[in-house]
């Protein structure tokens, strides 16, 4: 009886005085901090866009896009456009939201209370990006209400893209701003993975985003938005030194997100025939760098001999752009060329874009098979500027967008494929449908429209 009283006095004295003696640190973990820098943050955002850009997003995309094939497993399913919510859940929640996206809304809110507008320029850049692969790919997204799951709720309503279209002109406006802030109170520096702190490449780099998502608004817009993107580009990039890129490390987890997947899946990908065929009609020189070997394997027939990718793209330390010097080139001969198809400007802009790619993927040579394959006004069209831009954005998601705006190239169907077309939209994730569904858009497939995809 005594033990009992004596237990019972012991407990109440330690519940009733637990905040005066238990260290409030005790289960802190020193390895997971609650808070951490501006510096902190910025390369983990970049990490995190170009490893689900470059890596499972290329391989659906590109894969529809018949650059490369699905050859086994899970990728001989997206070949023939097999992909469901449960596929894209990494991309959508551990990658693009978290941590990308959440981390680079933290870096945001740090650079204001901190009067470091240098910061929050390079921060809204990286959301600009961020919300529009993500709604490139699915259409409505949640923005302006997400970004909760801190507070315990996993709920948030969906922008519409039309908004978030807005969203990401606004955030491009107000980075270019800050950019040119005067002073700041912090500026980013070696911790920048892209730019090592150079101001300029990232103000060239709102620009060159707000060309790109102009000429995606063409459907919706008209001749404006292709005025929008060239308005544009005479503040983007100058040369393939200004690329949005991303480096790899030679540690495996710093390795290329195509060489961990290659590592771990030897022989799951491919070259596409439809690809390799487009670079052998005229020797393109770029086929060496693109691929290790000279066979394809067409969409939904596994060839296992075709060519692997090349060591440029799925080494250990291939770099990643995520915007290049070429597209914008290729962005200006399609405008051009739509606003007036005589304008000589669009066949230079179209030539450079083509030439820029050579030099970026070491293939320019002495200039030879460029000069002997020069577009010109006899060989200029849409159609001519969409497959050069094509061939020259080897694993680029952006392919993908620009076959939905313009149609070109033009593919055949998978073999096999279990739908009557290729695919227009990723579906919405597992998570979302099980933990937001009342606000998550339903009845959507694979071959609905994104807003500013228009029939025509």
């Known amino acids: 009886m005594k033990r009992i009283i004596l237990f019972i006095t012991m407990m109440a004295f330690l519940s009733g005085s637990c905040d005066k003696w238990i260290d409030p640190d005790i289960n802190v973990d020193p390895n997971n901090p609650t808070d951490v820098s ?30 490369i094939t699905g050859l086994q497993s899970q ?104 950019l040119n802030a005067p002073e700041s109170l912090f500026s980013p520096g070696a911790e920048d993975l892209i730019y090592g702190g150079d101001l300029e490449k990232w103000e060239k780099t709102a620009y060159a985003l707000k060309a790109r998502y102009s000429l995606h608004l063409e459907k919706r817009k008209g001749s404006s938005a292709l005025t929008d993107a060239l308005n544009a580009l005479t503040n983007a990039y100058t040369g393939n030194e200004d690329n949005m890129r991303v480096p790899f490390g030679s540690a495996y987890n710093n390795s290329n997100p195509m060489y961990q997947y290659e590592s771990e899946r030897t022989g799951y990908y491919s070259a596409n025939t439809t690809f390799i065929n487009l670079l052998d009609a005229t ?11 000279d066979e394809g394997s067409p969409s939904g027939e596994p060839n296992l001999d075709a060519a692997s990718i090349g060591a440029g793209y799925a080494s250990t330390d291939s770099p990643i752009d995520l915007v290049s010097y070429s597209e914008m080139k290729f962005i200006e001969a399609e405008a051009r060329y739509k606003l007036n198809n005589t304008d000589p400007l669009a066949i230079e802009a179209c030539n450079e874009g083509i030439k820029a790619s050579l030099m970026r993927e070491g293939a320019y040579g002495d200039g030879t098979w460029f000069n002997a394959h020069r577009i ?52 919405y994730c597992d998570e979302e449908r099980l933990y937001n569904g009342e606000n998550m858009p339903a009845g959507l497939t694979l071959t609905d429209r994104v807003w500013w995809d228009v029939a025509k």
């Open 283 to 293: 020797g393109d020189p770029r086929k060496a760098v693109y691929f290790n070997g």
């Open 38 to 67: 501006m510096a902190q943050l910025l390369a983990p955002v970049e990490v995190a866009a170009a490893y689900v850009v470059g890596g499972e997003m290329a391989r659906w995309d590109c894969a529809w896009m018949q650059q």
């Open 75 to 178: 990728a001989a399913d997206a070949d023939i456009y097999i992909i469901n919510e449960a596929d894209v859940t990494s991309a959508w929640s551990y990658s693009l939201y978290s941590p990308a996206m959440i981390n680079a809304k933290i870096m945001m809110e740090k650079a204001e209370a901190g009067e470091s507008p240098h910061y929050a320029g390079v921060a809204r850049v990286l959301m600009a990006y961020l919300l529009g692969v993500t709604t490139d790919h699915w259409g409505d997204i949640p923005y302006s209400n997400a970004f909760k799951g801190a507070e315990g709720d996993c709920t948030a309503e969906y922008d519409t893209q039309e908004e978030i279209y807005a969203t990401i002109f606004d955030l491009l406006d107000k980075a270019i701003t800050d």
């Open 376 to 427: 010109n006004s006899s060989s200029i069209s849409l159609e001519t500027i969409m497959i050069h831009k094509y061939l020259s954005s080897f694993l680029q998601v952006e392919t993908w967008t620009d076959w939905r705006r313009t149609g070109y190239p033009v593919f055949q169907l998978a073999k096999g494929a279990v739908l009557s077309q290729i695919p227009r939209r990723y579906p």
